[in-house]
């Protein structure tokens, strides 16, 4: 079946723009990730939503980023006004979510987002 | 909170030598640990996991962990290197439960370089 998707896979944009991020989770799958990786860098937390619960926005850096999802589907990372350090990959994740069982996620290709 | 430590940077190997990748983690409760590999231009794949049960989890391409409670360490192995192993790995640990607290978050990575 169909993996993760995200788009766009490439992101140009002025400093001071807002830019959104798009990720598609495997069909089914109730938890959803995003992470931000600098170039050479670790994997940064920046959100995690769990089915209907509250999501965990503990990672976001700034009150500039922001994420939606609706229910099970469709994410979307919105960045304001972004700055020069915005620039990275954006990587989205899903997984199963079941009460008791944890399942390894599954990552999508990454939005490469440049900031000039 | 919950956190992962992968201490060294690099890790440099000879081609049918035996490999190590460290990971530590902190987290209440009983941990579940993740390890995950991005080759070059790709995206991250799942190699592992532990859940519970026998202390050594074995994974996809010959990698193999070992869960060890009382040092809080989840080390990845492999028997006799090779040069297509040579690739960025991460560690990752999720805390119990079933809620948007329960994220799993990622070690800052070790690049692993296997020379012929």
């Known amino acids: 079946g169909a993996g993760v998707s995200q788009s766009p896979s490439n992101k140009v944009t002025e400093k001071g723009k807002d830019v959104e991020l798009r990720c598609d989770p495997i069909s089914g799958h109730t938890a959803l990730y995003w992470y931000r990786q600098r170039l050479g860098q670790g994997l940064e937390f920046l959100i995690y939503?769990?089915?209907?619960?509250?999501?965990?926005k503990s990672g976001l850096p700034s009150d500039r980023f922001s994420a939606e999802r609706t229910g099970e589907s469709v994410s979307t990372l919105t960045i304001q006004r972004t700055q020069q350090e915005d620039s990275a990959v954006y990587l989205c994740?899903?997984?199963?979510?079941?009460?008791?069982?944890?399942?390894?996620?599954?990552f999508g290709p990454g939005t490469r987002l440049t900031v000039t | 909170a919950q956190s992962v430590a992968q201490p060294e940077d690099q890790v440099n190997v000879a081609e049918g030598n035996p490999l190590t990748v460290k990971c530590t983690y902190s987290v209440s409760g009983n941990p579940y640990l993740f390890w995950y590999v991005q080759y070059p231009n790709r995206g991250l794949q799942f190699l592992l996991k532990y859940i519970t049960g026998d202390n050594l989890v074995k994974g996809s391409y010959g990698f193999e962990a070992e869960f060890n409670k009382s040092q809080t360490s989840f080390h990845l192995k492999k028997p006799s290197a090779l040069v297509s192993d040579s690739a960025l790995y991460f560690c990752a640990v999720r805390a119990p439960g079933y809620s948007s607290a329960s994220k799993i978050i990622f070690g800052s990575g070790t690049r692993l370089s296997i020379r012929p």
């Open positions: 939503f769990q089915g209907n619960s509250a999501p965990d």
């Open positions: 994740a899903s997984s199963y979510g079941l009460a008791g069982v944890t399942y390894e996620q599954y």
